[in-house]
């Protein structure tokens, strides 16, 4: 069967042989916060989520992962890079690979250099996006933008609470305590884990003042 992860349809037999898979359960630690990591990892299967721990123990949700997503690639190429936590949001499986057989593949593999200079890309514009984001705006500003912007797209029933922490960028003590908040100003409804519009021009009227 073709795995959906490019390189690792053509892996070089001089490498493949250093490959070794893992399953994680549910709930699970794939990554801790701030620890040595040597390895790049591909998700096969499952999915992942990451967490950032701030200086005074918070938790942020950084991201959800899927099947066929990479991560450890900084920490390849950056041995002081402080990792974030990394957690099986769901039965997993991943192949890793050491960071000296990571490097090997590499000189051999200029296909395989280009894709993982293209995940780091791509990782480095999300965090400056993200970064702009969360400088220019409150939590209770990005909460209600994303919310609205949900709206807008149709899919605002659809979304989880967790996918909401990511794009707000804020602990989730405080996403919960804003997120109470605006629940109770009459903005939107929580309920049965699902999201809904409780007063659509007052909510209208706050994200346009954001264009």
């Not at 998700?43 to 989520?49: D, F, R, S």
């Not at 200029?110 to 293209?118: A, I, N």
Request: glycine share 4%; charged share 25%.
């Amino acid at each position: 069967m073709t795995n959906q992860i490019r390189p690792l349809n053509s892996i070089p037999n001089e490498i493949s042989h250093y490959m070794t898979q893992r399953t994680y359960v549910q709930g699970s630690h794939i990554i801790r916060s701030n620890e040595h990591n040597d390895y790049l990892f591909f998700l096969t299967k499952g999915k992942v989520e990451v967490v950032q721990l701030t200086h005074d123990g918070n938790e942020i949700f950084i991201n959800e992962l899927n099947a066929n997503d990479v991560f450890g690639e900084l920490e390849v190429f950056d041995e002081a890079f402080k990792t974030n936590t990394v957690i099986a949001k769901t039965d997993c499986v991943v192949v890793k690979l050491q960071r000296e057989h990571v490097f090997e593949w590499m000189k051999i593999d200029r296909d395989f250099s280009k894709y993982l200079f293209e995940v780091i890309v791509n990782c480095y514009i999300k965090k400056c996006v993200r970064t702009d984001n969360l400088a220019a705006l409150t939590i209770k500003q990005r909460l209600l933008i994303s919310l609205f912007k949900h709206y807008k797209n149709g899919d605002l029933a659809l979304l989880q609470k967790s996918k909401l922490i990511q794009e707000v960028g804020a602990p989730k003590r405080s996403f919960n305590r804003v997120l109470k908040e605006c629940c109770d100003e009459g903005y939107f409804l929580y309920s049965n884990k699902q999201f809904s519009i409780a007063n659509i021009e007052k909510i209208t009227r706050f994200a346009s003042d954001f264009g």
